[in-house]
């Protein structure tokens, strides 16, 4: 859904999508990784090996401290959840979205269109059974193309 928001990245009454949001804030926040801003992250785990791909070469140090964010993100959401707090649990899932679109924009992904598609993917899985709660693949299901994105 899309919802009149305004901040002061946006013109007043732009129509914008929660993505757009993301990006318009990243590029004006000037949120291109730098080695202090990784530094900062280096107690968290870090991945085993790089992406090899062509898209990780520009962005490899913001795709990294995105997934570092994540990390990060989705440590507070479960600590929120086993809390039991609704407004903090809100606050971190919200927050799991954000950096994870943040992600998304680093690799230059069109998150809209990927969005749609994945959307497509799911609801050719139609009709489906459920296997210990999760929905499972039917005989119409077809694996999302996202490879041009």
């Known amino acids: 859904m899309i919802l ?3 901040n002061p990245f946006l013109k007043p009454n732009m129509r914008t999508s929660n993505s757009q949001l993301v990006k318009t804030w990243m590029q004006n926040a000037g949120q291109l990784a730098t080695p202090e801003m990784v530094e900062a992250f ?3 785990p870090q991945k085993s090996t790089k992406l090899e791909d062509a898209f990780c070469d520009q962005n490899a ?3 990294d401290l995105q997934i570092k964010f994540i ?3 989705f440590y507070e959401l479960i600590h929120a959840y ?3 707090e609704r407004s903090d649990i809100i606050k971190e899932a919200t927050d799991v979205l954000w950096v994870t679109y943040g992600l998304l924009h680093t690799m230059d992904v069109d998150v809209e269109q990927a969005f749609v598609r994945l959307y497509d993917s799911n ?3 139609l009709p489906f059974n459920f296997i210990s709660g999760k929905v499972q693949k039917g005989a119409n299901y077809k694996k999302p193309h996202l490879d041009d994105l």
């Open 4 to 6: 009149p928001y305004t």
């Open 42 to 44: 280096d107690d968290l």
């Open 61 to 63: 140090e913001a795709q």
């Open 71 to 73: 990390e990060e993100e």
């Open 82 to 84: 086993n809390n039991l």
């Open 123 to 125: 609801v050719s899985k």
